[in-house]
């Protein structure tokens, strides 16, 4: 089916305005956050937004859209801070269920919370004990 050419510009301002709305107001921390709720926030009907976010993100349904967002902060969680408890990212990341953040993280990075958590404390360690061995240098 051809799309106009005003109706995919209207598909990708959409697009960027959610994106933007997401990550300044990390909306997606919210696990109570959906479609209608995005649609609402965006003057707009949960359709168009569906559409937009198929569109954009690769067939991605808004679940799809916001546990992207959810994932992503729950890794930059588990890389700053070497005490964050894994259930604990979990619920400031915005999932409801611990089961399913555990199921996607593992699916997105290849391992589990804890075991990414892990490999980040010790990459962060070899980072700091390198950083004082340069200014032992300077």
Do not use: C
Request: no cysteine; charged share 30%.
């Amino acid at each position: 089916k051809e799309v106009s050419g005003s109706n995919r510009q209207g598909d990708e301002r959409l697009y960027r305005r959610l994106r933007l709305i997401v990550q300044d107001e990390q909306l997606f921390k919210d696990p109570e956050m959906n479609r209608d709720l995005l649609a609402t926030r965006l003057n707009t009907n949960y359709t168009y937004l569906i559409e937009a976010i198929r569109k954009y993100e690769d067939g991605a349904t808004v679940s799809d859209f916001l546990n992207r967002y959810r994932l992503q902060y729950a890794a930059q969680l588990l890389n700053e801070n070497n005490t964050s408890i894994v259930s604990s990212v979990s619920t400031l990341s915005g999932f409801k269920s611990y089961s399913t953040f555990y199921r996607l993280f593992r699916n997105i990075y290849g391992l589990s919370p804890s075991e990414y958590q892990v490999l980040a404390q010790e990459k962060n360690s070899k980072k700091r004990k390198s950083e004082k061995k340069l200014e032992g240098i300077t």
